[in-house]
């Protein structure tokens, strides 16, 4: 559910940018021009849309996933062991379906929420905040300070 609404708060964002960028101009002509460019503007915000929507489905299909392999590994391997009706390999089971959802399952999440910071900060940060304007990055340097201070 958190998806879906991340998803909706994301077009309604574009459909924003996009109207309040078509509107900015007080004067609209309809020229070759103007409708050139405002054809290359609704080709990029659909194609915006659908990369949003890719991305989420993206993250959707990892939690599909995640959900499925632990109904899996309960059923199959930690219900297989209580219904064996044997201590030992209730033990086994255990051990097992403890690795498994250790191993597997908490990799998988970590890298749902890697995917997820990683289309935070490329998808939405790049396509409405980043201009690409201003000063080059400099790290900071104590040699560089040290020089700077003594000319």
């Not at 958190?2 to 994301?10: P, S, T, V």
């Not at 390999?89 to 959802?101: D, K, L, S, Y």
């Not at 399952?105 to 935070?120: G, K, P, Q, T, Y």
């Amino acid at each position: 559910m958190r998806l879906a609404d991340e998803w909706i708060a994301g077009v309604l964002d574009d459909m924003r940018c996009f109207v309040s960028h078509f509107f900015s101009n007080s004067v609209h002509r309809l020229d070759a021009v103007s409708v050139a460019l405002q054809m290359i503007h609704t080709i990029e915000f659909v194609l915006g849309a659908v990369s949003n929507t890719a991305s989420y489905l993206r993250l959707w299909a990892l939690s599909l996933a995640h959900s499925q392999l632990s109904a899996v590994f309960y059923d199959r391997v930690l219900m297989a062991g209580v219904q064996s009706d044997n201590v030992a390999a209730m033990i086994v089971a255990f051990f097992v379906w403890a690795c498994a959802t250790l191993g597997v399952l908490m990799v998988m999440e970590s890298l749902s929420a890697f995917l997820h910071a990683l289309r935070l900060h490329w998808v939405e940060f790049q396509n409405k905040f980043y201009r690409g304007t201003g000063w080059q990055f400099v790290p900071f340097s104590f040699a560089t300070l040290a020089s700077e201070e003594t000319a």
